[in-house]
């Protein structure tokens, strides 16, 4: 969220608050007109503030929600689709090979590939340095901890 997004935000809140600001003044008005302007403004500041506090939650709460939903349509892309194509089936057998078929962490024969990063917004497009051979144990144990880790 951007400090833009709340400036406005509060701006129109302010124009809605303080509505008769932004109406038109005659010039034979203008000295009265100004100070009942400046009564009623300051009168309904507290309704502002609270409107801003009300909209600042709504606009952090949409982001978060926002945020979750992206995250499950990468997750559900990756472990639905890009996991089961030829490009990860070849990246994958190149990590095997240069790790020469043995787990990193243990030793043991390697029949899986963990992923030390995730390329966030690319999927599928993270480099051979980011991938590591491992056997099925030491594997599990890792995405345990990832899981500890981001929960």
């Not at 109406?23 to 409107?51: A, F, H, T, V, W």
């Not at 600042?56 to 499950?72: A, H, N, P, Q, S």
Request: hydrophobic share 30%.
């Amino acid at each position: 969220m951007t400090p833009n997004i709340l400036r406005d935000a509060f701006g129109y809140l302010t124009m809605f608050v303080c509505r008769d600001n932004f109406l038109p003044i005659r010039q034979s008005q203008k000295g009265s007109r100004l100070k009942q302007k400046k009564d009623y403004c300051s009168k309904n500041m507290e309704y502002l503030i609270l409107l801003s506090g009300f909209l600042f939650g709504v606009i952090l709460v949409f982001d978060r929600w926002v945020f979750k939903k992206k995250r499950e349509r990468r997750r559900n892309y990756y472990q639905n689709e890009y996991i089961k194509s030829d490009d990860w089936k070849r990246k994958r057998y190149v990590v095997l090979k240069r790790d020469n078929w043995y787990c990193v962490y243990c030793g043991a024969p390697a029949t899986q590939v963990h992923h030390k990063k995730y390329a966030r917004r690319t999927i599928g497009r993270e480099p051979i340095e980011w991938l590591v051979s491992g056997c099925k144990s030491c594997h599990e144990s890792l995405q345990i901890k990832v899981a500890k880790h981001y929960s």
